[in-house]
């Protein structure tokens, strides 16, 4: 169960900073039909929940009795893996097996350190690409594969490919060498597709059972379509800072999880939030943080810096653990009221301080809470952020589901590394670095 508190946006609470609760609930209502008369297929990840997962079970039963796991991917195919190994298994590969990397950039020094820590003999290579075609996922593959037939393993061993369906580079060397390989559906790829076997091999293969993450999406999706402010919390937090935007010009949105192992929620989030809504000018700058910690690094910027914030908080009501802080020199005034209390009741205590400070200063914050961190409730903040972030889109009037933006530097990449078909983008780089430069 997620619960969302919005009481910090309203006028009531926040005075002319703050928005109307009529008008989130039209804009709500309006996010309501908007989703229901589903305009783009890619909707589809709302019914993720109803899958099949016997290859996945079959697959990740078989990556547990690997000693290491190197998953290679970037952006939506890398991120929500991310999520899902440290919020699920922190510290895992300090306690646990296989150990798990995840290559998403193409940083040499990583890719090295990375290789004098794998034994290429006990890793099943995971990699993970919609379109087949990502340069960087298509590179770090290409140097494994080369690795791994020079040391005479066999192929068929050692990858699992995660791909589209039926087209894509990957898909037609799976079929040439026999690889395993596990389908994203056709409709689904890259920031949406957390919940399919991107980020749900990672999840059997460090023993998390991968039905109970999507339980907890179904939990989320039935309250989708949902009209009504009580019963669908996503339309009224995709309304809400559609308006706090729109009306008020809060075009950062920080997103501030009380919880270290959602620190890669943070940035999960921020790419599903700029590459849906980030189009045609509009869309709002997602900002990762995690707390208490940026309270002693951003809190000041956005308690008085530009008025152009909207604060999200997420917090974890049983953190699980019971840490008490000892009642040790309580002759000092400045450490005896931390005694008996415990390391919990002050997370929430500095959160709560935090999110009144900022109606204080009458900064609009919402807060998110789930009530511990399991799979069932990570598939459904999952869930909860992909439908609030797609019904925001549809607000927006834009399609949350494509990148063009981004297009451009990958035809650019493309010309500039000798792909066939990309020699206009190749000329255009070639111009572009003769031009004058002002380097001092
Ligand atoms: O959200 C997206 O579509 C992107 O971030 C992709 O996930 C990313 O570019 C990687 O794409 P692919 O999975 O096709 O390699």
Known sequence: MVKLDFSNVLTELIGSAGIKLSEIEDHAKRAVELIRAKPYRELDFIEIYNQDLKDVKEIGKIGRDYEYFLLLGIGGSALGPKVILEALSPFHNLKKKPKVFIYDNVDPVTLKNILEIVDLKRTLVNVISKSGSTSETLSSFLILWKLIRTRRLDVKDHFVFTTDPEKGNLRAIAEEYGIRTLSIPKNIGGRYSVLTPVGLLLAETIGIPSEEILEGAKDISEKAFEEGFAKNPMAILASSLYLLDFLKGRR???????????KTLSEWFSQLWAESLGKDGKGTTPYPSLGTTDQHSQLQIWMEGPEDKVILFLTVEKHGVQEEIPEEFYYLEGLRFLGGHTLEELMHTEQLATEMALCMHKKPNLKLSIGEIEPRTI????????????????LYGINPFNQPGVELGKRLTYGAMGKRGFETEADEVKRYLKKERFII
């Open 252 to 262: 950062i949105l920080v997103f501030l999880p009380y919880c270290d192992r959602l």
């Open 379 to 394: 598939g459904g903040i999952f869930q909860f952020l992909q439908v609030t972030t797609a019904m925001a889109g549809l």
